[in-house]
């Protein structure tokens, strides 16, 4: 079986030491290609770094909502400057109303920039959505149907928003949270995303999936070669063969992120 992380952190400093041996584990596991999401100005180097050395990462620039406080006076120029010249996706970006202290006007004048700068070089969008759908529906709205698919990473909203979602052009994606005993809204959301439009990642190193540990034991971190019981557990979910399951899931990561590909 065939596998592409569609959301990942590998420029996270909890894993640079071992980033040949996730690479590896990766690879043994089928994982083909992890799209890397840098979350602020300062991880785009290491993360170009990362896309360069090793084929099998898909970089991926963009300001997380959670550290719009580091943006420099050129944000919008140095994002330009850096994912105009190479194939590359864009975020991780979005908007995340957990916080009420949160800036929200900020949050969302950044996301539009994100969406525009996506749409006018044609690239997929790798977007994060907490507790502002309806504000995400808004700015959809406004804006119309994505030119270029993207999609919501780590999905957690309802199962009747997918249909909405999906006709703004955007795919749905999923992480260890299905492998969550009680996750009864993510279980309903996996059920309800069209065979077209589901995909697969890990948001290493977090979200570990659920593996029978037992309790009390260490957190540990989480790697793309964690997509194997991810798709198992979607799968189940589903109703589906996991290879059918794997395939589908690998197919629509090369649609939606041919711009990227080598």
């Known amino acids: 079986m065939k ?5 990942c952190h590998l420029h996270d400093e909890r894993i640079q030491g071992d980033i ?12 083909r290609y992890m799209v890397s999401c840098a979350t602020m100005e300062s991880n785009f180097k290491r993360t170009r770094s990362l896309s360069r050395e090793y084929g099998s990462i898909l970089p991926c620039y963009g300001i997380h909502p959670w550290f719009l406080d580091s943006l420099s006076d ?7 400057e850096q994912a105009a010249p190479e194939p590359c996706a864009i975020g991780e970006t979005g ?9 929200r006007d900020k949050q969302i004048r950044v996301f539009r920039f994100h969406l525009e700068l996506a749409n006018t070089l044609g690239r997929p969008v790798n977007i994060h959505i907490r507790k502002a759908w309806d504000a995400l529906i808004q700015i959809l709205k406004k804006s119309g149907p994505l030119k ?13 928003l997918i249909p909405v979602l999906e006709k703004f052009n955007l795919y749905i994606s999923f992480s260890g949270s299905v492998t969550r005993p009680n996750a009864k809204k993510v279980v309903k959301a996996v059920r309800a995303v069209s065979k077209d439009r589901i995909l697969l990642e890990t948001d290493a190193p977090d979200i570990y999936p659920s593996l029978d540990e037992p309790a009390g034991s260490t957190p540990r971190l ?3 070669a964690n ?10 979910i589903r109703g589906m063969n996991v290879e059918e399951l794997a395939e589908t899931a690998y197919d629509n990561s090369l649609k939606i992120f041919s711009p990227v590909l080598p």
């Open 222 to 224: 989480n790697e793309p």
């Open 74 to 80: 050129r944000w919008e120029q140095v994002l330009g």
């Open 20 to 31: 040949p041996g996730i690479l590896a584990r990766a690879e043994e596991a089928g994982v």
């Open 227 to 236: 997509l194997v019981p991810i798709a198992g557990a979607a799968a189940r």
């Open 3 to 7: 596998y592409i992380d569609s959301h």
């Open 148 to 160: 270029t698919p993207g999609l919501i990473h780590s999905y957690s909203g309802s199962a009747d």
């Open 95 to 103: 908007l995340d109303f957990m916080d009420k202290a949160a800036d």
